[in-house]
Nanobody
């Protein structure tokens, strides 16, 4: 059974940093397309970072490029999102995803047989 469990969210001041973790079970992350999505109140679900299987190359939404870094630890079957220089616009629920195909969708829910964690809240105060 596939399961994704996020952790690491919280409240941080503007300019601060957080690292999110996503522990996966039931499959191997190195063979899967993994991503971090976020959904702010009243906004669409957007993918902020994506790491490709095997080679592990990554891409980012323009809004987080240069500030966020996605990585994975294959031994721990865990994906990370290092978030630096956070600002209030980064406030959202952040979700770990496996197999997602979209960069934007209305809600952070399964659409194409992909898998989602339950999300972790990130709040950035000004």
């Amino acid at each position: 059974q596939v399961e994704l469990v996020e952790s690491g969210g919280g409240l941080v001041h503007s300019g601060g940093s957080l690292r999110l973790s996503c522990v996966a079970s039931g499959f191997t992350i190195s063979s899967s397309s993994m991503g971090w999505y976020r959904q702010a109140f009243g906004k669409e679900c957007e993918r902020v970072a994506h790491i490709r299987p095997i080679a592990g190359s990554a891409d980012y939404a323009d809004s987080v490029k240069g500030r966020f870094t996605i990585s994975r630890d294959d031994d721990k079957n865990t994906v990370y999102l290092q978030m630096n220089s956070l600002n209030p616009e980064d406030t959202a629920v952040y979700y770990c995803n496996a197999g997602g195909l979209t960069t934007v969708q209305p809600m952070c829910v399964p659409l194409h047989g992909d898998y989602w964690g339950h999300g972790t809240q990130v709040t950035v105060s000004s």
